[in-house]
């Protein structure tokens, strides 16, 4: 029986050592074991554009977008014989790539999309090679991208930064990014309507990288900030007249009728509250938008309070107190209120 077992042992130990050892490099599988290069590292120029953004997740805190990836690099384990192919071009697949890196001894250069959250849909990838050993890998593919910087404080007056970011998997010491502009930026038909998009910036940077080593990392970083007239229109100026009316109500003599009014108006900003609060993002903390309404909302519910403390204060035969301290409410207290809210709001929040 011992001799059975470590037979079998030998035998599996054999098996194991014969497979190669595969990493995903393009999407695609590549050799993990590398050497050194004795002509420092391999430069690879690198382009990422983004067609279109799919949608902008504030809660989650994440974005969709289609993007185009173009990595272009030269090495003479790839070049070909241009008059025994009968072509200065070869287009082929990623699998096929992968077995003509594998006869040439070629370790493919694995990256990683390091902000890509969930799978990564590829609409379409190819690899053009050239007779001198360069190689251009174009990929269009759509992900969710992660979106950590987000920050609604200032919503809606808020101006956000997105990220796409490609780590090698080996280190800087074998790899190196380079930009590529004019391969760059952001498309022209983006399909998004709430944000408007702008300077888009490509870079690259060392960090550490999985190999717990300095690695390359190239970044598309852009900025976007909201269509404010939405926002003012259907946001701000509805609640700007609520208020209006609110202060209205000061003017009528009858205080029976100004309780009725202020009820009335405090309903109709219930609803507004309501109304808008599937639009509003739910998030762990306070945001501009948020601060307004509740302040605006705790003022003109003591407004209501107030009418009935001069009601009361009527009932009592002190009407002329009561007008007195009416006449203060109208010219000085109900706006300074309101002005110095919204001034501290803009203050702390903007």
């Known amino acids: 029986m011992r001799t059975l077992a470590f037979l079998t042992i030998l035998f ?32 690879i120029a690198v382009g990422i554009k983004v067609d279109q953004i799919t949608f902008v997740d504030q809660q989650a805190e994440n974005y969709g977008a289609v ?8 090495n003479p384990l790839l070049a070909f014989d241009e008059a025994e192919m009968g072509s200065d071009i070869m287009s082929l697949t990623i699998d096929e790539f992968r077995e003509y890196a594998r006869d040439r001894k070629f ?42 910087h ?52 490509i870079s690259t940077r060392i960090v550490p990288g999985p190999t717990e080593l300095d690695t390359a990392q190239i970044q598309l970083k852009f900025s976007a900030k909201r269509h404010v007239q939405y926002y003012l229109l ?24 100004r309780i009725d009014m202020a009820n009335a108006n405090l309903l109709v900003f219930v609803a507004f509250n309501f109304a808008i609060s599937t639009s509003l993002p739910k998030l ?12 605006m909302f705790l003022i003109t519910g003591s407004m209501v309070i107030v009418n009935i403390a001069l009601r009361r204060l009527k009932l009592m035969d002190r009407e002329a107190l009561a007008r007195k301290i009416d006449l203060y409410l109208v010219v000085w207290v109900y706006p300074l209120i309101y002005a110095g809210f919204t001034f501290w709001a803009v203050q702390f929040f903007l």
């Open 234 to 257: 259907r946001f701000m100026l509805p609640l700007l007249i609520i208020l209006f009316v609110s202060w209205a109500t000061f003017f009528l003599e009858e205080y029976r009728r």
């Open 107 to 148: 370790n493919i250069p694995i990256f990683l999309l390091h902000n890509q959250q969930g799978r990564r849909f590829v609409q379409q990838s190819t690899i053009i090679l050239r007779p001198n050993g360069q190689f251009t890998f174009v990929e269009r593919f759509s992900a969710t991208m992660q979106a950590p």
């Open 150 to 201: 987000f920050n609604f404080r200032r919503y809606p007056f808020d101006t956000q930064t997105f990220f796409v970011e490609i780590m090698s998997v080996f280190p800087a010491s074998h790899v190196t990014y380079v930009p590529i502009e004019e391969l760059s930026g952001l498309g022209d038909l983006l399909g998004e309507e709430e944000w408007i998009l702008s300077n888009p910036q």
């Open 67 to 74: 993007i185009t990836l173009v990595m272009r690099m030269e």
């Open 12 to 43: 599996f130990s054999a098996f194991l050592h014969s497979i190669p050892a595969q990493a995903e490099g393009f999407g695609t599988k590549g050799y993990s074991e590398i050497t050194p290069p004795d002509g420092g590292p391999q430069e």
């Open 284 to 295: 762990g903390y306070l945001t501009f938008l948020d601060s307004l309404l509740a302040g």
